[in-house]
């Protein structure tokens, strides 16, 4: 149950709104963050705190794309396929992803390792294309690149090849040191 | 103002710059704030923004300004500021730069608007996917509120202004400000039927004004350098301050490029980003995010300011210019972005509902080449009933892509057409359609 192991952080989220029913998506987060995603028990536990009905918590689940219904892999990689992303080359991608992975487009690795998504614009459109794994973004992706952050992950749960702080083109100076 | 002057990107562009609080102070962050809190009256802060011309950055272009200026003089009870970070919109990217590189100018940009229209709670709306983003804002407000920039009796003025960050979770109309105030109230993001407006009926059906990141990022400028030195710069008296243009598709150097408006597309394209991938053609653009009309070469001159690119068809809508090399199949192009309309349309008004899902169901064919004779009308036909037939404005901007293609490649659909009834894939049209 969430309330009894985050009393703490869902009082201090309750205490950001007037109204608690705003605090029904950041407490969405904390179930799929505890679960990997949005359990029936779950919804019932938020409707319970927030004075709503379920169906109330279920209605506004099944509008946003982030909240998953049900389990996805340990690594949710979701590429963007809008057409700044497809003008260089999400298709192609994808194409890589599937083929080192070896699953389609919404399937997971048989070991529940991988789960592949394409999606619409992550507003990284200058750095395309680009993929999204769980919390982070990866851009300017080539074929090799690709394949190492799979193995990072795969191998240690961490890529380095991640994007910090976003700033494109890099400044001047960073790019004359580089 | 030389060409070349940032404003807004300029911070980040020094080397060594991490967007602390350090930073940032170091700089000359935080002296708007020290400038006007209990110093200035609100009203006169609002008529400072007003005088410089200061229009929404999201999209729409409103003068910032006039839009605080709608809140009720006498109402007593609570007000809200909604800082818009749902930067969602395809071709868009400027946001997500100003909030992860230089976070304590917006949150300044914000202390300034929530005293400027006396609320004391302010709310970030970030979008979701956006985890680095709210995790360098969380980190610079509890850095902003340990130094007294933010909280209660902010710098010992009695000016109160909490500000909270509340990710989205993965919409885009959620950028829509009445869709972005009923998902904040922990609803669905359907857009709200207006009037009555935010400004008197927003977020718990309070007055509320909602701002783009960009634009409240130049508030700090505004009020140390003045709004005539803001009004100065640009396309005054219409188009005043720079923009971010985030530049993306088939150019050397795609980015975020801050420069004054009133520049032509043409220097954006080839001098700033470095002229076209491999030298090729440009053959279109879409001059202000996925809403936008596309354009064509001959319009490569227009400046880019409200008023201009209005004038040209299309409009400057988020800055996010999108540039398409010879070779590009423009109704593939439209595709991609209707499905992306299609995805995102929310489903409250039927028109948009059906009319987005009929589009793209169009569309795909004409690329499939199983396109019917019939078909170009039918798209013209369901983009009559979708524009100005909704409550927000997706119903314009999804249909778009598709009207601004048709009038100016419309050869192209006809040749897909052609090449459909030669090769014999048309399917019989099904008994229920008129077409």
């Known amino acids: 149950m969430l309330r009894e192991k985050y009393q703490k952080e869902i009082d201090e989220i309750l205490s950001r709104y007037p109204v608690k029913r ?17 359990s029936e028990a779950a919804m019932i536990e938020i409707a319970g705190i927030l004075n709503l009905t379920p169906p ?82 990866y851009e300017r992706l080539t074929e090799d690149k690709v394949g190492r952050i799979l193995a990072d992950l795969r191998t240690t749960g961490v890529s380095s090849l991640k994007s910090g702080p976003f700033m494109w083109p890099e400044p001047a100076s960073a790019v004359s040191e580089g | 103002m030389p060409n070349d002057e940032l404003i807004l990107l300029k911070n980040m562009s020094q080397p060594g710059y991490a967007g602390s609080l350090a930073d940032y102070e170091k700089t000359g962050g935080y002296q708007a704030l020290r400038k006007v809190l209990g110093k200035v009256a609100p009203a006169d802060v609002t008529a400072t923004v007003m005088k410089s011309g200061l229009r929404g950055r999201g999209g729409a272009g409103f003068p910032t300004g006039v839009k605080w200026g709608f809140l009720p003089k006498d109402y007593q009870g609570p007000r809200y500021l909604c800082c818009n970070a749902d930067e969602s919109e395809p071709g868009t990217f400027k946001d997500r730069q100003l909030m992860e590189r230089d976070p304590h100018q917006l ?63 993965g919409a885009y109309i959620c950028g829509e400000e009445t869709a972005l105030l009923e998902s904040l109230e922990g609803k ?34 505004i009020i140390n350098r ?61 001059p ?94 369901l983009c009559k009933n979708i524009a100005g037939r909704t409550i927000c404005a997706f119903g314009d901007a999804e249909v778009a892509p598709i009207m601004s293609t048709l009038k100016h490649w419309r050869h192209e659909y006809v040749t897909l057409l052609h090449e459909a009834e030669a090769a014999n894939l048309i399917r019989p049209v099904p008994v229920r359609s008129g077409r």
């Not at chain 2, 709310?123 to 680095?132: D, T």
């Not at chain 2, 640009?234 to 993306?248: A, E, L, M, N």
């Not at chain 2, 354009?295 to 209005?310: G, I, Q, Y």
């Open chain 2, 107 to 169: 949150l300044e940009g914000i202390i300034l608007a929530a005293y400027a229209i006396g609320c004391e709670t302010a709310y970030i709306y970030i979008r979701g996917e956006m985890v680095l983003g709210s995790n360098i804002l969380e980190r610079a407000l509890a850095e902003a509120r340990a130094a007294g920039y933010v909280g209660r009796n902010i710098l010992g003025t009695g000016v109160h202004v909490d500000v909270w960050v509340h990710r989205g979770a």
């Open chain 2, 188 to 221: 669905r993001g359907l857009p709200r039927v207006k009037p009555p407006f935010p400004a008197t009926h927003g977020l718990y059906n309070k007055p509320t004004v909602v701002n783009n990141v960009e634009t409240l990022a130049n508030l700090p400028h």
């Open chain 1, 56 to 137: 109330q918590v279920y209605e506004t689940v099944t509008f946003y794309t982030m909240l998953n219904l049900k389990p996805v892999g340990k690594f949710h990689i979701q590429v963007c396929k809008s057409l700044m992303c497809a003008l260089v080359g999400s298709d192609t991608l994808i194409g890589w992803i599937r083929s080192q992975l070896g699953i389609g487009i919404g399937e997971t690795t048989t070991d529940g390792v991988f789960t592949l998504n394409a999606v619409e614009c992550l507003a990284a459109c200058g750095t395309g294309p680009m993929m999204q794994i769980n919390d982070d973004y």
């Open chain 2, 226 to 286: 003045g709004s005539e030195w803001f009004a100065s710069i640009g396309s005054p008296p219409k188009s005043t301050g720079t923009r971010i243009f985030c530049v993306s598709g088939h150019v050397k150097r795609p980015g975020n490029y801050e420069v004054p408006m009133g520049m032509t597309f043409r220097e954006l394209i080839y001098e700033h980003a470095g002229g076209m991938r491999g030298d090729k053609p440009l053959k279109a653009f879409i």
């Open chain 1, 22 to 38: 705003s605090a029904l998506i950041p407490l969405l987060y904390l179930a799929q963050r505890e679960n990997g995603y949005v």
């Open chain 2, 288 to 381: 202000g995010g996925a809403s936008a009309p596309f354009l064509t070469p001959d319009h490569l001159d227009v400046k880019m300011d409200f008023e201009s690119v209005a004038a040209a068809g299309s409009m400057l809508g988020s800055g996010g210019v999108t540039v398409m090399e010879e070779g590009t199949s423009m109704v593939w192009a439209t595709l991609r972005l209707m499905e992306f309309f299609y995805h995102e349309s929310c489903g409250k008004c039927s028109p948009c509902r059906e009319g987005s899902s009929w589009l793209v169901q169009t569309l795909r064919r004409i690329v499939a080449k199983q396109g019917r004779p019939q078909d170009l009308e039918t798209l013209s036909d």
